[in-house]
């Protein structure tokens, strides 16, 4: 077996793309970065562009697939950008290739990257996106990292978003206020830190609370049944008199009598 088929077998291929977000660009761009590196990893970055295409199409999946047999490949046509004397002198470019990797990649970019809704994802991010009932801290923040990458901000701005974002969203006031008070030293990286600090100090205090309360608390009906425990027995003192034998007679009968 050769270095190139064991490199294939065992390399990952990228799934299916799945436009799983509202942001077709965003999921475009990360299928993409997957198939290069599975190019590289079995050694197919050097193969022929129509092999490349081939193994493109096998893993991108059924809407892939339909986008490409969309695609129109323009034949042979006279260059308009080029400036000539006269058109009988115009140059022609040469008909498109519908195996040409590089060019089929920059149509499927052409084709996601004119539908890039930013408006729309910035304004979901900002005002629509919240933090679910019961979702853990920290698969809220990979949540907001994850849209934050959508809406394309500007690399030096992105940091600055996700803080804000989960400042704002913080629901309890004092952890909130204490991170206005670090101001402009608050990075993304402290308020993670203080907001987690501070989520598990309240879940353990709230574990603590439970437990107390189920060790103290005995339900009324099961009150006579704790362990070792034995109701009381009268002392002897304390036991009413044996009864006596009163011979048939009625009660007033035996007291004259007696």
């Given at each position: 077996?050769?270095?190139?088929?064991?490199?294939?077998?065992?390399?990952?291929?990228?799934?299916?793309?799945?436009?799983?977000?509202?942001?077709?660009?965003?999921?475009?761009?990360?299928?993409?970065?997957?198939?290069?590196?599975?190019?590289?990893?079995?050694?197919?970055?050097?193969?022929?562009?129509?092999?490349?295409?081939?193994?493109?199409?096998?893993?991108?999946?059924?809407?892939?697939?339909?986008?490409?047999?969309?695609?129109?490949?323009?034949?042979?046509?006279?260059?308009?950008?080029?400036?000539v004397a006269d058109e009988a002198s115009r140059p022609r470019l040469p008909a498109e290739d519908c195996k040409d990797y590089d060019l089929v990649i920059c149509k499927f970019d052409e084709q996601f990257t004119r539908r890039d809704p930013q408006l729309m994802l910035r304004?979901?991010?900002?005002?629509?996106?919240?933090?679910?009932?019961?979702?853990?801290?920290?698969?809220?923040?990979?949540?907001?990292?994850?849209?934050?990458?959508?809406?394309?901000?500007?690399?030096?701005?992105?940091?600055?978003?996700?803080?804000?974002?989960?400042?704002?969203?913080?629901?309890?006031?004092?952890?909130?206020l204490k991170l206005y008070d670090m101001g402009g030293n608050l990075t993304v990286e402290k308020a993670i830190q203080v907001l987690s600090l501070r989520e598990a100090t309240s879940h353990e205090l709230k574990e603590s609370k439970t437990s107390t309360i189920d060790a103290v608390y005995v339900p009324r009906h099961q009150a006579g049944r704790r362990q070792g425990f034995r109701p009381s027995t009268p002392r002897h003192d304390e036991r009413p008199p044996p009864k006596k034998d009163m011979g048939g007679k009625s009660f007033s009968a035996y007291v004259l009598a007696s």
């Amino acid at each position: 077996m050769t270095q190139l088929s064991d490199a294939a077998c065992f390399a990952k291929p990228p799934n299916n793309l799945v436009q799983t977000t509202g942001n077709p660009a965003h999921s475009w761009e990360k299928w993409k970065r997957r198939f290069q590196i599975y190019l590289q990893a079995t050694g197919a970055s050097s193969k022929p562009g129509e092999h490349k295409v081939g193994l493109l199409l096998n893993h991108i999946g059924d809407q892939g697939i339909d986008i490409y047999y969309n695609f129109t490949f323009l034949g042979d046509r006279p260059d308009t950008t080029a400036i000539v004397a006269d058109e009988a002198s115009r140059p022609r470019l040469p008909a498109e290739d519908c195996k040409d990797y590089d060019l089929v990649i920059c149509k499927f970019d052409e084709q996601f990257t004119r539908r890039d809704p930013q408006l729309m994802l910035r304004e979901k991010f900002w005002l629509h996106l919240h933090r679910e009932p019961g979702q853990s801290f920290d698969s809220w923040v990979n949540t907001v990292r994850e849209r934050a990458g959508e809406c394309k901000f500007p690399a030096n701005f992105m940091e600055q978003a996700i803080r804000d974002k989960i400042t704002f969203e913080c629901r309890e006031d004092s952890a909130k206020l204490k991170l206005y008070d670090m101001g402009g030293n608050l990075t993304v990286e402290k308020a993670i830190q203080v907001l987690s600090l501070r989520e598990a100090t309240s879940h353990e205090l709230k574990e603590s609370k439970t437990s107390t309360i189920d060790a103290v608390y005995v339900p009324r009906h099961q009150a006579g049944r704790r362990q070792g425990f034995r109701p009381s027995t009268p002392r002897h003192d304390e036991r009413p008199p044996p009864k006596k034998d009163m011979g048939g007679k009625s009660f007033s009968a035996y007291v004259l009598a007696s």
